[in-house]
């Protein structure tokens, strides 16, 4: 469980949307013959290889893919500056950096609400609550499963998929061939289940945020998705194990002001999709008047409880919410010794992970305005086919990261079909799922399970996985049809 809180930044990072959408700005030059596109293209597969080769070489990934970002676009503005076009290329970089800062203030309230609700005990409590339900192992492999469906289509893959863990981990620690098959299990239910979801992957958030797919359509990929999860699950289910585990610990109540935590996030959520919808606001706006709720539960939970207090002045108003760590009367330091505050969990971010995507959107933006996504969408959408290749944006997403390939197809701009958009979408949020490495919630797992869950372990279901991701395919194309 202590994996489960310390991935809880990163999460927000793989789990929430890229807002790297701002409009494209088109290029006034073709640069793709030149010296110049060559260059960057180069600069781009060698940080991308860098960053791969993250866990062998010991450099972060974020390194190469910032310091590629920052040449490509100095390649790019020497050109055009040179041609007395430097204001044009430096509208084209303006247009990302203002999409990512909308993409930093959206993880920065997502993340305060689910540290505030690990806090509460609310993660812990669930954990609990299921181990104690003594399901056998059979029965725990579906509730796992379908638990991990429809908390993947609120909250994020790499939450879920921990969350999950924690408790096939718990739960089956002496039965490693129950955990094995249980994990792959919940990796292929939470990619199915953030497929359907503008809120759920990062391949949905990505589209709506493009307004290519309006929010009520993505719930037509709800049966292909169902299908996607449920087809493995039901020939996996005869390689589970009989038998049932051994009985958990109690569970701990939660502590005050919990349920109205995760009450305030779901309402959080709806005012970001109302302010998309209604008010053409950025979602991101939605979520800062979300952190707003949150201030002020914060201050009646303080004020209602320790109104006879009287704070030391050395202690900021931030500080207040260090009150909501226990009962006792005064303010008191967490585990790491620090006052609980807002901007102490913004400190707790996975740095590393934010700043490789914006070097990978950047680079992805500084090789679309080269004019490189156009020749590759030409080369996709017209010679292959809308159909074959969004089947193949899915199975690459297996082994490159989901956003990056949405983010790519979007930039591209493909003359599409509305149902072609909801395949693409569904492909390439289900795709990863056909490798341990291809989703944030198998790569998460690979590190909570202590080697229990490993890549060959996934690799062996790949066929049975691939079967789901047919599925979901033909299911998608006969339910909606009138998509098309």
């Not at 809120?199 to 719930?219: A, Y």
């Not at 109540?253 to 970001?272: D, E, H, S, Y």
């Not at 080369?379 to 949405?406: K, P, R």
């Not at 060959?456 to 047919?470: C, D, F, N, Q, R």
Request: hydrophobic fraction near 50%; glycine fraction near 8%; proline fraction near 4%.
């Amino acid at each position: 469980m202590k994996l489960f809180f310390r991935y809880l930044p990163l999460l927000l990072i793989l789990g929430l949307p890229s807002y790297c959408l701002a409009e494209a700005i088109e290029p006034k030059l073709d640069l793709t013959r030149s010296w110049i596109g060559y260059g960057a293209l180069a600069i781009f597969f060698l940080a991308y290889i860098l960053a791969m080769l993250e866990e062998s070489t010991q450099l972060r990934k974020s390194k190469p893919m910032v310091f590629a970002a920052s040449l490509i676009w100095v390649l790019i503005a020497t050109v055009y500056t040179r041609m007395g076009l430097g204001a044009h290329s430096g509208q084209a970089f303006r247009a990302s950096l203002e999409g990512y800062a909308e993409l930093f203030l959206f993880i920065l309230v997502s993340m305060t609400y689910l540290n505030a609700m690990e806090q509460r005990g609310v993660f812990e409590n669930l954990r609990v609550w299921l181990l104690g339900r003594k399901f056998g192992y059979r029965k725990l492999f579906w509730v796992t499963g379908t638990l991990a469906f429809f908390m993947s289509s609120v909250l994020n893959n790499l939450t879920t998929s921990l969350l999950m863990g924690a408790v096939l981990m718990a739960m089956g620690r002496k039965n490693n061939k129950f955990i094995s098959v249980a994990c792959v299990n919940v990796v292929v239910a939470t990619n199915a289940g953030g497929s359907f979801s503008p809120f759920g992957d990062i391949t949905t958030l990505l589209v709506w945020q493009k307004e290519v797919v309006p929010f009520t359509s993505f719930f037509a990929l709800f049966i292909p998705a169902v299908v996607n999860f449920v087809l493995p699950a039901s020939i996996m289910h005869f390689w589970v194990p009989k038998g049932a585990p051994s009985a958990p610990e109690a569970a701990k109540p939660m502590r005050r002001g919990a349920m109205g935590i995760v009450f305030l996030f779901l309402l959080t959520i709806l005012t970001a999709v109302c302010f998309e919808n209604f008010l053409d606001l950025p979602p991101a706006a939605g979520m800062l008047a979300g952190l707003s709720y949150l201030s002020f539960y914060f201050y009646y939970l303080y004020s209602s409880r320790h109104k006879e207090n009287v704070l030391d002045t050395d202690i900021t108003e931030a500080a207040l919410d260090s009150s909501l760590q226990d009962e006792s009367a005064a303010p008191i330091k967490s585990e790491d010794g620090l006052f609980f505050d807002v901007f102490h969990n913004v400190s707790r971010l996975e740095w590393d992970t934010l700043l490789f995507f914006y070097g990978v959107m950047v680079s992805v933006g500084g090789l679309s305005y080269l004019g490189y996504l156009h020749v590759a969408s030409h080369a996709l959408y017209q010679d292959l086919g809308a159909t074959w290749a969004n089947i193949l944006v899915g199975i690459v997403s297996a082994f490159i990261d989901n956003g990056t390939i949405m983010y790519a197809v979007l930039t591209m701009a493909p003359d599409i079909s509305h149902g072609q958009w909801l395949l693409v979408t569904l492909t390439a949020g289900v795709g990863g799922s056909l490798l341990a490495i291809g989703s944030a919630a198998g790569v998460g797992l690979l590190g909570q399970m202590e080697g229990k869950y490993s890549f060959m372990s996934h690799l062996k279901w790949s066929p049975v996985i691939a079967l789901g991701y047919v599925g979901s395919i033909v299911t998608h194309f006969l339910l909606n049809g009138r998509y098309f």
